[in-house]
């Protein structure tokens, strides 16, 4: 059974440009968790999704940043304009239902120049 | 509040044992969490304990919870250093959203 899976695993974009991060998680998960890591900080919750369903994205910015879970196909966050202080590390985890453990993916590092 | 707090750095020799410290705010809090990640790498689930438990051990892991104190820790037996890397404590506030610390990077000197 592989791993929760994430590419890119480095992408670069230049300030005003989209950063599209895809996650793909571990067979018979259906829960999605998206977490960012800003430099030697711990990681921050930014959204819950379930299949076609956004569950929670308190932790989410609300400007430019947004998040899905289709029916088939990996989850995707998109950060629109990027900007520098965008520049993090970003971990997808997933999970089955009902059950406490999450299973983090290698990360995205994000660099906006 | 979700406010989980851990000291940054701890340097240990091989063959030592290690114990990495950890306090939380949430009380109600289901599980508490270590997690592992090594340079460059995505975070590894080492292991869990429920909150109606004192104690938990699984090799060389042990795991102490202190529900009074909201104080967790974790203690490596027999430190190597394939266990260089930082070690986050996390708990869950609620069903599904983690909170993490800041990080314990954990240096093993031969």
């Known amino acids: 059974n592989a791993g929760v899976m994430q590419n890119p695993r480095h992408l670069v974009r230049r300030r005003g440009q989209e950063a599209r991060l895809r996650c793909s998680p571990m067979k018979g998960h259906s829960h999605v968790y998206w977490y960012r890591q800003l430099p030697e900080e711990g990681l921050k919750f930014m959204v819950y999704l379930q299949k076609e369903n956004i569950i929670d994205e308190s932790g989410m910015p609300k400007e430019r940043f947004s998040a899905e879970f289709p029916k088939e196909g990996p989850s995707i966050l998109r950060i629109q304009q990027v900007v520098r202080g965008d520049s993090a590390a970003y971990f997808c985890a997933s999970s089955p239902p009902e059950t406490p453990q999450q299973y983090f993916g290698p990360g995205t590092r994000l660099t906006v120049t | 509040g979700e406010d989980v707090e851990q000291s940054l750095f701890l340097s240990v020799r091989e063959g030592d044992s290690s114990v990495i410290n950890c306090t939380y705010t949430?009380?109600?809090?289901?599980?508490l969490y270590w997690y592992k990640q090594e340079p460059g790498a995505g975070l590894q689930l080492l292991t869990y304990?429920?909150?109606?438990?004192d104690m938990k051990q699984d090799q060389r892991l042990t795991v102490l919870l202190n529900k009074k104190d909201k104080h967790l820790s974790l203690r490596i037996a027999d430190t190597q250093t394939g266990d260089s890397a930082i070690y986050f404590c996390?708990?869950?506030?609620?069903?599904?959203?983690?909170?993490f610390g800041a990080g314990t990077t954990v240096t093993v000197r031969a």
């Open positions: 996390a708990e869950n506030p609620n069903d599904y959203k983690l909170s």
């Open positions: 949430d009380s109600s809090s289901t599980y």
């Open positions: 304990i429920f909150s109606n438990m």
